[in-house]
């Protein structure tokens, strides 16, 4: 069964910091482009960070660049997401996100983060 569970989530200060995790199980990990959504209240899911296997090729969405951080450890089937002086419009759902270079995506089930001013 495929499962993708994040944590770490919460309310924050702006300013401050969080560090989201998902952890996968189900599917080879190392074969899937690993990335993080969001989607902010009334707004269309966005990417937010994306990082693909082997080359290390890492996308990040034009409004976290430079405060945002996203790191995979294959041996522990894990994907996290450093958020840095965080916003209040960093509020969001955030999604974990795997996709196969081909048809198969999976979603985590989602995970708030709320910044406070």
């Known amino acids: 069964q495929v499962q993708l569970v994040e944590s770490g989530g919460g309310s924050v200060q702006a300013g401050g910091s969080l560090r989201l995790s998902c952890v996968a199980s189900g599917f080879v990990f190392s074969g899937y482009a690993m990335s993080w959504y969001r989607q902010p209240p009334g707004k269309s899911r966005e990417l937010v960070a994306g990082l693909r296997r082997a080359t290390g090729g890492i996308e990040y969405g034009d409004a976290v660049k430079g405060r945002f951080t996203i790191v995979r450890d294959d041996a522990q089937n894990t994907v996290y997401l450093e958020m840095n002086r965080l916003q209040p419009n960093d509020t969001a759902v955030y999604y974990c996100?795997?996709?196969?270079?081909?048809?198969?995506?999976?979603w985590g089930q989602g995970i708030q983060v709320t910044v406070s001013s």
């Open positions: 996100h795997a996709w196969n270079y081909g048809p198969i995506i999976h």
